[in-house]
């Protein structure tokens, strides 16, 4: 079983509407959790941290579940500017050590 | 304030051959990783260092061999050059004291031929 688990996707979607990503992680001792977005051809950017209680940035909303392992991005009003691959990360100790899932494609069309 | 430079952006090798890639961590940052990124996957670790010793390693061969100098900066070394090494290596810098999520480097792009 893979550490980190994604739908590798396509999501494609129309400009305005709303997008839910999942994940999953094996490891219930993990401490940090991440989504990182990654433009083609181009290196990994930390898009937002996820926290217990959740938490939001704007049009994006993250979400953890420690209980189920379970980690969620929501993506709401979508714009052509949104389309990449986002990546769910685990931190499983303060090792700096980040496990990447194989992320999830994301196309908004106009 | 510069962020995290890799050098070189593309790099061209043959089968056997052995390569270096170059990275200078964020102004501020002490730590440095590694990772291997192949066409369609997540980054995988390779290793960190950590005070110019490798602190913890991923499931990478021998023929992966890392060093940090003491300015911060760090080179990723690969021997025995095989097809499957062919990928995005992303280095990523980090504050061991301030506990924030990585920064990462534009990457090198190996195509071994």
């Known amino acids: 079983r893979k550490e980190v688990e994604q739908d590798p996707g396509p999501f494609n979607v129309p400009e305005g509407a709303t997008v839910a990503f999942n994940c999953t992680y094996s490891n219930s001792a993990s401490q940090s959790f991440f989504w990182y977005r990654q433009d083609c051809r181009k290196e990994p950017k930390l898009l937002m941290s996820v926290y217990s209680s959740g938490n939001e940035d704007g049009r994006f909303t993250a979400q953890l579940n420690r209980a189920s392992q379970y980690i969620s991005l929501l993506i709401r009003d979508s714009k052509l500017s949104d389309s990449a691959t986002y990546l769910c990360?685990?931190?499983?100790?303060?090792?700096?050590?980040?496990?990447f899932g194989s992320g999830t494609r994301l196309l908004v069309r106009p | 304030d510069a962020g995290v430079t890799q050098s070189p952006t593309h790099l061209i090798k043959t089968r056997g051959q052995q390569v270096t890639l170059r990275c200078s961590p964020k102004?501020?940052?002490?730590?440095v990783s590694w990772y291997q990124q192949a066409l369609g996957q997540g980054p995988q670790f390779i290793f960190q260092y950590y005070e110019e010793e490798e602190r913890q390693r991923g499931n990478f061969p021998d023929r992966f061999s890392g060093h940090q100098f003491p300015n911060y900066s760090s080179e990723l070394n690969v021997n025995a050059l095989l097809l499957g090494d062919s990928a995005l290596y992303l280095c990523?810098?980090?504050?061991?004291?301030?506990?924030?999520?990585?920064?990462f480097g534009d990457g090198t792009r190996l195509s071994i031929l």
């Open positions: 990360v685990v931190n499983e100790d303060s090792s700096y050590k980040l496990i």
């Open positions: 990523a810098s980090s504050s061991l004291a301030e506990n924030q999520p990585q920064h």
């Open positions: 102004s501020g940052h002490d730590t």
